[in-house]
C-alpha cells in the first residue's frame, strides 16, 4: 500500500534530572500509526495514555507537546486509517466504469480488509465512539463525520451511475447510499465479532442487488481491475 503521509520528526526537549533539557525526537509517522493502530483495536475509551506512550516508545510529556491532547492524537489517528486503509473504499469508485461493480468490488475488498489476520478486524472509523462517555462528546461528533463522510462518497457514486443512465432517474440515491452503508458499518461490527471474510462476502452482493434493482440495463462491464 502507497505511503501518503511524509515522515515527520518531532523534537521535544524534556528535562532532566537536574532541571536542563534535553533534545529528544521521534518520526512523528511512525507514532501515529502506532498509535492508530492501538485506537483500532481498543477503540479510544479502552485506550489509556500511558498505553500510547508505551506503543509510541515517547514520555507522556512528549505525546502532549507534540499532539496536544489525546483527542487530537486520535484525530490524526482516523486521518492516518482513512489515507492508508479507508482509501479502499474510494479505489473501486474511480476505477470501475459500471456503479454495480463498483458497489461490488469496494465491499468484496472491505470483506478481506476487515477480516485480515495481520491487522485488527473490522473498521477503525465505522464504529467509533458510536456510544461514549459525556466528556468524549467531541471526539465523537468528529467520528461521526467521518461516516458521514463516507455515506456521502457512495451516494456520490451512485449519482454518477444515473447521470450515466445506468440508474434510472427516479433512483433514491441518497437512501441507497444510507442502505449500502448501513452494510459496511454492519460488515465491521460482525468483523469484530470474528466473522470470517466469507461469510461478509455475500454482503457484497445484497449491496448489488439493491444497485441492481433501479438499473436501466445500460452496463459498462469493462473492468480496469485485475
Given at each position: 500500500?502507497?505511503?501518503?503521509?511524509?515522515?515527520?520528526?518531532?523534537?521535544?526537549?524534556?528535562?532532566?534530572?537536574?532541571?536542563?533539557?534535553?533534545?529528544?525526537?521521534?518520526?512523528?509517522?511512525?507514532?501515529?500509526?502506532?498509535?492508530?493502530?492501538?485506537?483500532?483495536?481498543?477503540?479510544?475509551?479502552?485506550?489509556?495514555?500511558?498505553?500510547?506512550?508505551?506503543?509510541?516508545?515517547?514520555?507522556?510529556?512528549?505525546?502532549?507537546?507534540?499532539?496536544?491532547?489525546?483527542?487530537?492524537?486520535?484525530?490524526?489517528?482516523?486521518?492516518?486509517?482513512?489515507?492508508?486503509?479507508?482509501?479502499?473504499?474510494?479505489?473501486?469508485?474511480?476505477?470501475?466504469?459500471?456503479?454495480?461493480?463498483?458497489?461490488?468490488?469496494?465491499?468484496?475488498?472491505?470483506?478481506?480488509?476487515?477480516?485480515?489476520?495481520?491487522?485488527?478486524?473490522?473498521?477503525?472509523?465505522?464504529?467509533?465512539?458510536?456510544?461514549?462517555?459525556?466528556?468524549?462528546?467531541?471526539?465523537?461528533?468528529?467520528?461521526a463525520s467521518l461516516r458521514a463522510e463516507t455515506a456521502?462518497?457512495?451516494?456520490?457514486?451512485?449519482?454518477?451511475?444515473?447521470e450515466d443512465g445506468q440508474l434510472v432517474s427516479t433512483?433514491?440515491?441518497?437512501?441507497?447510499?444510507?442502505?449500502?452503508?448501513?452494510?459496511?458499518?454492519?460488515?465491521?461490527?460482525?468483523a469484530q465479532d470474528g466473522a470470517t471474510a466469507g461469510?461478509?462476502?455475500?454482503?457484497?452482493?445484497?449491496?448489488?442487488?439493491?444497485?441492481?434493482?433501479?438499473?436501466?440495463?445500460?452496463?459498462?462491464?469493462?473492468?480496469?481491475?485485475?
Amino acid at each position: 500500500m502507497r505511503n501518503i503521509l511524509r515522515a515527520t520528526t518531532v523534537i521535544i526537549e524534556e528535562p532532566t534530572s537536574r532541571g536542563r533539557g534535553r533534545p529528544r525526537s521521534f518520526n512523528k509517522e511512525e507514532a501515529v500509526k502506532r498509535a492508530a493502530m492501538l485506537f483500532w483495536e481498543r477503540g479510544y475509551e479502552g485506550t489509556s495514555v500511558q498505553d500510547l506512550t508505551v506503543a509510541m516508545g515517547i514520555t507522556t510529556q512528549s505525546l502532549y507537546a507534540a499532539f496536544g491532547s489525546k483527542a487530537e492524537l486520535y484525530r490524526q489517528s482516523l486521518a492516518w486509517y482513512q489515507q492508508e486503509i479507508g482509501i479502499l473504499v474510494r479505489q473501486p469508485f474511480a476505477e470501475e466504469p459500471d456503479v454495480s461493480e463498483a458497489i461490488r468490488q469496494s465491499l468484496l475488498d472491505l470483506a478481506v480488509q476487515f477480516t485480515r489476520s495481520d491487522l485488527p478486524h473490522g473498521c477503525m472509523r465505522s464504529t467509533a465512539l458510536i456510544r461514549c462517555a459525556k466528556q468524549h462528546e467531541d471526539v465523537a461528533a468528529h467520528a461521526a463525520s467521518l461516516r458521514a463522510e463516507t455515506a456521502q462518497a457512495i451516494k456520490a457514486r451512485l449519482d454518477k451511475g444515473k447521470e450515466d443512465g445506468q440508474l434510472v432517474s427516479t433512483t433514491d440515491t441518497a437512501a441507497l447510499a444510507g442502505f449500502i452503508h448501513a452494510l459496511v458499518v454492519g460488515m465491521s461490527v460482525a468483523a469484530q465479532d470474528g466473522a470470517t471474510a466469507g461469510e461478509l462476502l455475500p454482503f457484497a452482493g445484497m449491496a448489488v442487488a439493491s444497485v441492481d434493482s433501479w438499473g436501466t440495463g445500460k452496463r459498462k462491464r469493462i473492468s480496469t481491475r485485475r
